[in-house]
């Protein structure tokens, strides 16, 4: 197959990109439960409402991003790729696209804690008018 | 086989044991602080840990896999230990000032009010 170094690190990038996407989507908003249940007084169904729209938003980010950045450029189908390069490349794209993940991650959890400090000051300042 | 394609199979092992046993320490030890900070409230405390372990493993991971693509091009076994060492130590170094930094500012939120209302 013509170029084919660069299919394989395709078949490598896709798989580990998506699984860790996913994995990482389903622990937040498993751990993010608690918070929006805390943010929204405990009314448990806008919460989990809430909770499955973020998570949809987290998905369509990330892979969208993912696969936007996929592409391996500067390498021509004569040009025969070595094992290096072709680690080097993968490296540079997975552990990129991990440290953008990360971000996203604590810019999510910035959120909670906004929402969540939030929601006190308005119960705090409802107790004072009352 | 070339050098640098054994000095990868050496350093990620070595490097993601380092992380992944680092970052399972401070989940242990920093519930008890989080737990001081959020007045007892076990499960949000619970959550908000493991969220900030994921966070430490996908940054820190991430940036040992990225150092991968910088490496310099090695050509004996002497160069391959140089690098190894000098990498591998840098990596450490950067987790200390991150610990360091963790430290200061649990205290910091221990001190003030910030989280405390």
């Not at chain 2, 391959?80 to 450490?92: C, E, F, H, Q, R």
Request: glycine share 6%.
């Amino acid at each position: 197959m013509e170029n084919s170094k660069i299919v394989i690190g395709y078949a490598i990038y896709l798989p580990i990109v998506i699984v860790l996407t996913i994995y990482i989507s389903k622990m937040l908003f498993k751990n993010g439960k608690h918070f929006m249940i805390d943010i929204f007084r405990g009314k448990e169904d806008i919460a989990l409402a809430t909770n499955k729209l973020f998570e949809i938003g987290f998905y369509l980010i990330n892979i969208g991003f993912a696969l936007y950045i996929m592409k391996i450029y500067g390498y021509s189908s004569n040009y025969d790729m070595s094992n290096q390069t072709l680690m080097e490349i993968l490296s540079k794209k997975i552990g990129g696209y991990t440290i953008y993940l990360g971000v996203m991650l604590f810019l999510n959890l910035y959120l909670f804690f906004r929402g969540r400090s939030k929601s006190r000051m308005t119960i705090k300042t409802k107790n004072f008018i009352v | 086989m070339n050098y640098n394609i054994i000095t990868y199979y050496i350093y990620l092992p070595i490097i993601s044991f380092i992380m992944v046993k680092i970052g399972w320490l401070f989940y242990k030890n920093g519930e008890v602080f989080l737990l001081n900070l959020f007045h007892n409230n076990a499960a949000l405390v619970k959550s908000i840990n493991n969220l900030l372990l994921i966070g430490y493993y996908l940054t820190n991971i991430g940036y040992a896999i990225i150092t991968i693509s910088y490496w310099e091009n090695l050509t004996s076994a002497i160069e391959m230990i140089n690098s190894l060492s000098k990498t591998i130590g840098k990596i450490i170094l950067l987790l200390a000032i991150m610990h360091y930094n963790n430290i200061f500012w649990l205290r910091q939120l221990n001190n003030s009010k910030l989280l405390n209302h």
